[in-house]
């Protein structure tokens, strides 16, 4: 199992930004994908998620509304679109797969079994 994610960069506030992470090594449709993000001196938080089953989407609070995320299955890519940036969007993200059968706390980090490396999101005031 890979997760690559990629797409970060510096950008002001307000601008968007759109990150992917291509998934290898399983049948990908087959699973409920996630974004969580890492601010410097804080824990790894929950961002998006997005079902397996029917692609449902859901969303922290602080992003309903400014990030949307998808899945194009015949790539084997989740995306996060970003709108409406701010400072406090500043982060590491990390895509992840939720383990089957764990159930539909989707913001919980318990409940996904690999991680891609992270990219770096930088939102400039």
């Known amino acids: 199992v890979q997760l690559q994610a990629s797409g970060g960069g510096l950008v002001q506030t307000g601008d968007s930004l759109r990150i992917s992470c291509v998934a290898s090594?399983?049948?990908?449709?087959?699973?409920?994908m996630g974004w969580f993000r890492q601010a410097p001196g804080r824990e790894r938080e929950f961002v998006a998620a997005i079902r397996w089953s029917d692609s449902s989407p859901f969303y922290t609070r602080s992003v309903n509304g400014r990030f949307i995320i998808s899945r194009d299955n015949s790539k084997s890519t989740v995306y996060l679109q970003m709108n409406n940036l701010s400072p406090g969007d500043t982060a590491i993200y990390y895509c992840g797969r939720r383990a089957r059968n764990s159930g539909n706390d989707y913001d919980t980090k318990s409940g996904y079994d690999y991680w891609g490396q992270g990219t770096q999101v930088t939102v400039s005031s």
């Open positions: 090594g399983f049948t990908f449709s087959a699973y409920t």
